[in-house]
T-cell receptor, first 114, second 115 residues
């Protein structure tokens, strides 16, 4: 089974609207962490937000928030007030247990329309 | 603060040649990761080091690939001999110590083309 599943290959959103990018994960380890990264067309990987499995509250970082539903094993990224500069690939990733390695999903391409 | 520095940014070489990619992690980070990104396979972890010691190299595709980390501030990924199917973007990332909530910080990548 895929450890990280991102089912939306591409998404469109109107500028200034909110958008949700889906991510589901699969692990039997009770301790894990979930990350979201952004990759603009220029190619660099930019860390956006982190959610730990034991965190009581959903993570937020500026316009980014993580809708963490542990029972459903989902960790969706919500971007509020979309901007043209948000157009990029977005990757969900998971760290399991105490391991350093992280498994990435295949990504979702977001395009913000003016 | 300086981020992860990779060189070269672009490399074009002919099949059969040796390719060496270089990475300088963020100072103070004790974990270093090499990834390969292709359209077909996405982002794949090749190998990672902890305190300069290779921990997991199960993602290294074959013996043509090797990686070293001689000290805390430098790592190389070498492909010898190179093949066209090695064409990809290669990323290096580093991570600080402590628990796993620290994110990996990525370099800008090396775009490798093998002709």
């Amino acid at each position: 089974a895929q450890k990280i599943t991102q089912t939306q290959p591409g998404m469109f959103v109107q500028e200034k609207e909110a958008v949700t990018l889906d991510c589901t994960y699969d692990t039997s380890d009770p301790s894990y962490g979930l990350f979201w990264y952004k990759q603009p067309s220029s190619g660099e990987m930019i860390f956006l937000i982190y959610q730990g499995s034991y965190d009581q509250q959903n993570a937020t970082e500026g316009r980014y928030s993580l809708n963490f539903q542990k029972a459903r094993k989902s960790a969706n990224l919500v971007i509020s007030a979309s901007q043209l500069g948000d157009s990029a690939m977005y990757f969900c990733a998971m760290r399991e247990g105490g391991y350093q390695k992280v498994t990435f999903g295949i990504g979702t391409k977001l395009q913000v329309i003016p | 603060d300086a981020g992860v520095i990779q060189s070269p940014r672009h490399e074009v070489t002919e099949m059969g040649q040796e390719v060496t990619l270089r990475c300088k992690p963020i100072s103070g980070h004790n974990s270093l990761f090499w990834y390969r990104q292709t359209m077909m396979r996405g982002l794949e972890l090749l190998i990672y080091f902890n305190n300069n010691v290779p921990i997991d190299d199960s993602g290294m595709p074959e013996d043509r690939f090797s990686a070293k980390m001689p000290n805390a501030s430098f790592s190389t990924l070498k492909i010898q001999p190179s093949e066209p199917r090695d064409s990809a973007v290669y990323f290096c990332a580093s991570k600080g110590g402590g628990y796993g909530n620290q994110p990996q910080h990525f370099g800008d990548g090396t775009r490798l083309s093998i002709l």
